[in-house]
């Protein structure tokens, strides 16, 4: 499932025009708060929908992406610039050797509610040492397909 939701963020990204992208490994826990959530997303989204990613945020942990799975995505080389993912050091050495920005991309862990049809997500593009910008993302499982309903709480560095 969860790799599901790393390709709908994968797709959306490439559908913003996005291109050469680098995945980084790890999933990093998301953070994930309700009132802020409410206050600065104009959906009407069930309270115990968002209670319950709030609570299943609050357990989870970092873990890595299965390098396997992105492998065997089938991306052309102008949109994936590697099959393999990029530890934090990989990500590193890349913007000393090139010495040009990139796209980096780091998709977090996702907090599902109980009954997996709604999470959120994080999203971080490194650009360069110290040069960053991201964003969370609301889905939803419209028919069996993960969709992106929003964009919301954008950063950069």
């Known amino acids: 499932m969860e790799q599901n939701i ?13 291109t050469r992208i680098y995945i980084e490994c ?9 009132k802020d959530f409410k206050e600065n997303v104009q959906l009407e989204i069930p309270e115990n929908i968002l209670k319950e990613i ?17 492998s065997k995505l089938n991306y052309p080389p102008d949109i994936l610039k590697s099959k ?5 050091k990989n ?9 040009k920005r990139q796209n980096v991309i780091s998709i977090s862990k996702p907090i599902f509610d109980d009954n997996y049809e709604n999470c959120i997500v ?36």
């Open 122 to 157: 994080s999203v971080t593009f490194w650009k360069f040492t110290g040069s960053a910008y991201g964003y969370k993302c609301f889905l939803t499982k419209i028919y069996g397909i993960w969709t992106v309903v929003v964009e919301y709480a954008q950063w950069m560095t």
């Open 91 to 99: 990500v590193e050495l890349l913007f000393q050797k090139t010495n």
């Open 26 to 34: 790890e999933k990093s826990k998301t953070a994930f708060d309700l």
């Open 54 to 70: 709030e609570q299943n945020g609050a357990t989870s942990k970092n873990e890595n992406w299965n390098s396997k799975f992105i």
């Open 6 to 18: 790393f390709k709908k963020v994968i797709d959306h990204e490439i559908e913003k025009g996005t």
């Open 84 to 88: 393999k993912c990029l530890t934090k």
